[in-house]
């Protein structure tokens, strides 16, 4: 009978692969969320496996696995800052007294086009911060973090040097530039409309199609015979 940690990588392999083949951003952006919640829980699982060891092996002297047991929770990292230069993106998270635990204990993986963090043991903590989607690919070799006072520097090596990104992820990028045609003044604003008209068709269904279709035919009518309302 499998495990339940093999049944969690069961799991995070059936939604990479989903990951690949879906195109529609909602079902994307859902799938992503719920592969971050599948890692998070194997990394916890596996934290779990790794305390119990020293009990197995040592039974005899409880005072000397008491300590890593101490770990507590998993918090999750929302709030941090970046910055760039032209060789780097780099990602700022403040934690208080970081800087005191053991080295080994701060932990960072990346990919070329990923990072998490692990911090275990803060304060009787583990605290974890996953950032999926990258808005361009980095060095996985040339990528690296230091440890300050209360702060962990991630340092994402740019693959691409000197080149600007105007978002850390994919993700915030197509966030925002949803929202741009509602802010952008110096553009015409029936460029804007027609924008959020475009996207409205694209996802909607076909009564939806057939109302939008209508309304621009009688919008088009109205300009030809000099009626400029809406």
């Known amino acids: 009978m499998a495990s339940a940690l093999d049944e969690l990588q069961n799991d995070l392999e059936e939604v990479k ?21 599948i890692e998070t829980e194997i990394k916890n699982r596996m934290q779990q496996k ?26 999750k990292i929302s709030n941090y800052g970046w910055d760039q230069s032209d060789k780097f993106v780099k990602i700022y998270i403040t934690l208080t007294g970081v800087h005191q635990v053991p080295t080994e204990n701060v932990q960072v993986h990346f990919t070329e086009r990923s990072f998490d963090l692990l911090v275990k043991n803060l304060n009787g ?21 230091k440890v300050k006072t209360d702060t962990v520097l991630i340092l994402c090596r740019k693959k691409a040097e000197n080149t600007r990104w105007e978002y850390l992820t994919q993700v915030e990028k197509e966030c925002k ?20 008209l475009k996207k409205i068709y694209e996802d909607g269904d076909d009564d939806m199609k057939r109302t939008i279709n209508k309304a621009w035919v009688e919008s088009r009518e109205k300009q030809a015979k000099g009626d400029t309302e809406f």
């Open 125 to 145: 903590k583990s605290y974890s911060m996953i950032v999926n989607n990258l808005l361009k690919p980095i060095s996985v070799e040339g990528s690296s973090k």
């Open 50 to 75: 790794s305390q119990k060891k020293p009990e197995l092996l040592d039974n005899e002297k409880p005072a000397a696995v008491v300590a890593p047991i101490t770990t507590g929770y998993t918090v």
């Open 17 to 37: 692969v989903l990951l690949e083949k879906t195109t529609r951003k909602r079902i994307r952006d859902a799938l992503t969320a719920e592969k971050n919640k």
């Open 177 to 196: 530039e949803k929202e741009k045609p509602s802010y952008d003044t110096e553009t015409d604003p029936s460029e804007g409309l027609m924008n959020v």
